[in-house]
């Protein structure tokens, strides 16, 4: 089991057990959640009630209540204004652009609380591989760079610390948090992080659509928010957090956005949008 709450199980029978408590009003008896997740019939309602606690006992998702009955618990965090969550803002560079086989190189990110960046989280990561030479000239990090730095095993857990249950968000959020997962993943075997995400890449799409691209660059650019050094973690991260300040007030001022739901639908195009996208 994984000693942080923001990391949940991806096995296959903690998703199984999800959607019968789904189907099932939202609580079920352990026996039962045996018999249809574990294909064990007829057992025990104490010995049901200890397999089902060695599966999710450590899961936020889950309360285990008297009688051996499991409750599948609600997410508040989506219905919580902007104005009270805290935000981590990441970016990570990496030897290729997906995974496997590829790792991660540099991790950075920036912590917005009330508005403003509060703390920051700044690593190069030994992947572990060479770095190929194109990755190497497009982001300036080189073997030699990394060889003397942490693997990311070393880094999990004060990264994991630093997110807490923050909403992250990242500039194509989808790669960042998939490349993320992957790392953690071999750390805390069939874990992940359960962190709701923002994508500043479909967030400004949508409230900048005059812009001739959504690129980092380009947005970075219409705002005049400088970036030092494009393609390192910390630098894009921090472009991306500026730009993730402004986006928080174009929601709120200009299309009344004020909580986490409605700033996570927002972020997806109308059907006409897309209609028109196509």
């Known amino acids: 089991m994984s000693p942080y709450p923001n990391l949940v ?3 296959n029978l903690v998703q199984d ?9 939202g609580r079920a008896a352990a026996s039962e959640i045996v018999d249809a997740v574990f294909k064990i019939s007829h057992i025990d309602d104490e010995l049901a009630g200890k397999l089902i606690f060695d599966l999710i006992g450590n899961d936020r998702r889950f309360k ?3 009688n051996n009955t499991v409750e599948l618990l609600q997410d508040d965090s989506h219905s919580r204004l902007l104005k009270d969550l805290d935000f981590v803002v990441v970016d990570v560079e990496a030897t290729g652009a997906k995974t496997p086989p590829n790792r991660l190189i540099e991790l950075g990110a920036f912590r917005i609380r009330g508005g403003r960046i509060v703390d920051k989280f700044l690593s190069l990561v030994n992947p572990e591989i060479p770095i190929p030479r194109f990755v190497a000239s497009l982001t300036g990090i080189s073997n030699d760079m990394v060889k003397n730095a942490p693997v990311f095993a070393e880094v999990a857990p004060r990264w994991l610390d630093f997110v ?3 909403v992250l968000v990242a500039h194509n959020a989808p790669f960042d948090t ?3 997962n992957h790392e953690i993943s071999r750390v805390y075997a069939n874990h ?9 890449v479909r967030l400004s799409r949508r409230a900048f659509p005059q812009l001739s691209n959504h690129r ?4 970075a650019q219409h705002f005049s928010i400088p970036i030092a050094s494009r393609h390192r973690a910390g630098s894009d991260a921090l472009a991306t957090a500026e730009i993730f300040i402004v986006l928080l007030t174009e929601l709120e001022e200009t299309h009344g956005i004020k909580d986490l739901a409605a700033a996570r639908n927002f972020q997806f195009p109308e059907p006409a949008e897309q209609a028109a996208l196509t």
């Open 9 to 11: 199980s991806d096995s």
């Open 17 to 25: 057990t999800i959607e019968l408590l789904t189907c099932s009003g």
């Open 178 to 180: 998939s490349f993320l």
């Open 216 to 219: 980092l660059e380009t947005i």
């Open 64 to 66: 285990l209540i008297e």
């Open 192 to 200: 992940r992080m359960v962190n709701p995400h923002l994508c500043t």
């Open 164 to 166: 807490s249950d923050s």
